[in-house]
T-cell receptor, first 118, second 111 residues
């Protein structure tokens, strides 16, 4: 099975612009989560999607948004970019068979998209 | 904010030695997972231990979990240069897939 893929791998933007990052989960995986990694704050949870619905959201401003498509692929968008948005954005997918399942499964991470905001 | 704090922040050992990393967390959890990250790349899942388990093994990895002390440890035996990476613990607290990551331990294995 192919792993989680993220595009693009690298991105340079300027302040005020917006950006869209894409994540394709492992085939059959229905849950997609996004994380931001910075040297100062470490790895922080952004949001999680299951069956095209956002099920959980981290403590990030409304400039950060996402969505999931019917094929489980997900995108995240950051509007009005700030210098502090420079980070590695990681996507993870999980095999989640029902929303209420309490048994947490392994999350498989993609290689990340490195965003630099100038 | 991060739930987990890892100790030590950095560890340098000789190839063949054992490496032990510790993780402490603050709230009740459903499970704790350990991940490895090489040079700012994606995270590789190593092992998951559930809150009702105390110890788990996977190859050269041994993980322990003490929920009364809210702590976990990862032991890598007979380390290799290829084990050089950052190691993170992550806690899952409910039926969502939100993980709270620790600050990480940077491991250097010298050949």
């Amino acid at each position: 099975k192919a792993g989680v893929t993220q595009t693009p791998r690298y991105l340079i933007k300027t302040r005020g612009q917006q950006v869209t990052l894409s994540c394709s989960p492992i085939s059959g995986h229905r849950s997609v989560s996004w994380y931001q990694q910075t040297p100062g704050q470490g790895l922080q949870f952004l949001f999680e999607y299951f069956s095209e619905t956002q099920r959980n959201k981290g403590n990030f401003p409304g400039r950060f948004s996402g969505r999931q498509f019917s094929n489980s692929r997900s995108e995240m968008n950051v509007s009005t970019l700030e210098l502090g948005d420079s980070a590695l954005y990681l996507c993870a997918s999980s095999l989640k068979v029902s929303p209420g399942l309490t048994l947490q499964e392994t999350q498989y991470f993609g290689p990340g998209t490195r965003l630099l905001v100038l | 904010s991060q739930q987990g704090e890892e100790d030590p922040q950095a560890l340098s050992i000789q190839e063949g030695e054992n490496a032990t990393m510790n993780c402490s967390y603050k709230t009740s959890i459903n499970n704790l997972q350990w991940y490895r990250q090489n040079s700012g790349r994606g995270l590789v899942h190593l092992i998951l231990i559930r809150s009702n388990e105390r110890e788990k093994h996977s190859g050269r990895l041994r993980v322990t979990l003490d929920t009364s002390k809210k702590s976990s440890s990862l032991l890598i035996t007979a380390s290799r240069a290829a084990d050089t990476a950052s190691y993170f613990c992550a806690t899952g607290m409910d039926s969502s897939y939100k993980l709270i990551f620790g600050s990480g331990t940077r491991l250097l294995v010298r050949p």
